[in-house]
């Protein structure tokens, strides 16, 4: 047991049929049908290969695309055969969710056999849109459709989905009202490494924040400040700008009209509350790089071209953030320097990802563009924890409980049969 919920360890899986929900939500190519990246799959294969070693029926529940961007809704047809390439071994898939053709597939299977179901939000009731709009108690998620149709079937259920531990749907919160339910072995690993960074991390503790998800840096920022978990942040991206707007420093009319046909001039109130209070730990860029005809422009503030749009930070700033990295207990990283996909501009990022690579401290990462900017520069052996979760990391640093730990401490309080 670890953090009030069950693990691996203390579940029983020989001849076991165990439901395990899986984040394996990756970009599709729509015109081909493939996966764009495969990290999500390979993460939670240790999970998947125990359980089937341990001799369980292994039905597992994922989804693919979110209803709200329905930009890559998508079946999970293409992540069974990365699975199996993956793991070595047969995984079974079926067109159908909950229907009485995914019981009977579920029926049929035999010790050790793996079987993935179609992507669960294919059933309105694990959508997004339907959760905020219905707000279901975790006692209500288990008398869904989903939840009543297959929880019989089963023995126990086990969580191996941090990076969707935000979202309050019955396939994350609903088994573990009426089945024994532990976490995988990825769901353990995320849980206990973001634990450390906010329980008692090494310290000098650095927060590296950059990018363009603003209310998700801010909401992080708050927290990590008002609890005394961070002892610096480093910003970069728009989140440096806004900072540096806020103080009423020069960065150039392009990066402010970026910032405002955005919607974020709110943060530059934010901001200035946030420095007010904590200006001892908020690090700010002290140079910005721009482009100009294709060629890299670099300028201290105070000496920064008013018609600029600055889009990476310069030399000066690299210096400052690298020696905090390189001496900090622990490196979180959330959020990119600048607009490191294009080589004009990938200076700031690649520099600091160098520093966060080579620190003596622990660094852990997450997020989508954190990740891309990773695997460019090729740093990815080199990082200490890289998180799948993007969302879920984000509202855990903010401070929330997340819906899914909540629903596995009530599932680690029901027995097994014959316990
Ligand atoms: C993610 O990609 O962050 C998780 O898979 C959750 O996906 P969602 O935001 O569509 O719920």
Same mark, same amino acid.
């Given at each position: ?25 990756q970009p599709v190519d729509r015109a081909t049908g493939t996966l764009k990246s495969i990290n999500r799959i390979r993460a939670c294969v240790p999970t998947v290969r125990e359980l089937s070693d341990k001799g369980a029926k292994v039905v597992l529940m994922a989804h693919q695309g979110s209803d709200i961007e329905y930009k890559n809704f998508y079946t999970t047809k293409p992540h069974a055969a990365v699975l199996s390439e993956l793991l070595g071994r047969e995984v079974k898939w079926i067109d159908d969710v909950c229907g009485p053709a995914a019981r009977e597939a579920i029926r049929s299977l035999k010790d050790g056999e793996i079987l ?93 924040? @950059?990018?363009?998800?603003?209310? #998700? +840096? ?9 609890? !005394?978990?961070? $002892?610096? /942040? ?113 200076? @700031?990022?690649?520099?600091?990802? #160098? +520093? ?9 990462? !997450?997020?989508? $563009?954190? /990740? ?48």
């Amino acid at each position: 047991m670890r953090f009030g919920i069950r693990t691996l360890d203390e579940l029983h899986l020989s001849g076991k049929t165990v439901l395990c929900r899986v984040d394996i939500n990756q970009p599709v190519d729509r015109a081909t049908g493939t996966l764009k990246s495969i990290n999500r799959i390979r993460a939670c294969v240790p999970t998947v290969r125990e359980l089937s070693d341990k001799g369980a029926k292994v039905v597992l529940m994922a989804h693919q695309g979110s209803d709200i961007e329905y930009k890559n809704f998508y079946t999970t047809k293409p992540h069974a055969a990365v699975l199996s390439e993956l793991l070595g071994r047969e995984v079974k898939w079926i067109d159908d969710v909950c229907g009485p053709a995914a019981r009977e597939a579920i029926r049929s299977l035999k010790d050790g056999e793996i079987l993935l179901l179609d992507n669960v939000r294919f059933v309105s009731e694990e959508q997004t849109l339907f959760e905020q709009k219905l707000r279901l108690t975790h006692e209500q998620q288990a008398k869904t459709l989903l939840v009543e149709k297959l929880a019989p079937l089963a023995d126990c259920y086990v969580c191996d989905a941090f990076a969707a531990a935000h979202r309050d749907q019955p396939s994350l919160c609903g088994f573990e009202q009426v089945l024994p339910s532990a976490m995988g072995r990825l769901f353990e690993a995320e849980y206990c490494t973001v634990s450390q960074v906010m329980e008692e991390p090494a310290r000098p503790c650095v927060f590296v924040l @950059g990018g363009a998800k603003i209310s #998700d +840096a801010f909401l992080m920022m708050q927290t990590v400040l008002s609890r !005394g978990v961070a $002892d610096h /942040i480093v910003t970069g991206g728009l989140v440096g700008n806004i900072f540096l707007t806020a103080l009423g420093q020069q960065i150039g009319q392009g990066s402010v009209d970026f910032i405002m046909k955005s919607n974020y001039g709110e943060y530059i109130d934010r901001a200035k509350e946030l420095y007010a209070q904590y200006g001892d730990k908020i690090v700010l860029p002290k140079d910005l790089g721009w482009v100009e005809n294709g060629e890299r422009r670099e300028a201290l503030l105070g000496e920064v071209p008013a018609d600029i749009g600055a889009i990476d930070i310069g030399h000066e700033t690299v210096k400052v953030y690298s020696e905090l990295i390189l001496n900090a207990g622990t490196v979180f990283v959330n959020g990119p320097m600048g607009v490191f996909e294009q080589a004009p501009s990938e200076y @700031g990022t690649k520099a600091v990802w #160098d +520093a966060i690579a080579n620190t003596k401290g622990h660094s852990v990462l !997450g997020g989508g $563009d954190s /990740i891309t900017a990773t695997e460019k520069f090729g740093l990815t052996e080199k990082m200490g924890y890289i998180c799948t979760g993007g969302g879920a990391l984000i509202r855990f640093l903010s401070g929330e409980e997340l819906p899914v730990v909540r629903a596995l401490r009530h599932g680690a309080t029901i027995p097994e049969k014959g316990e």
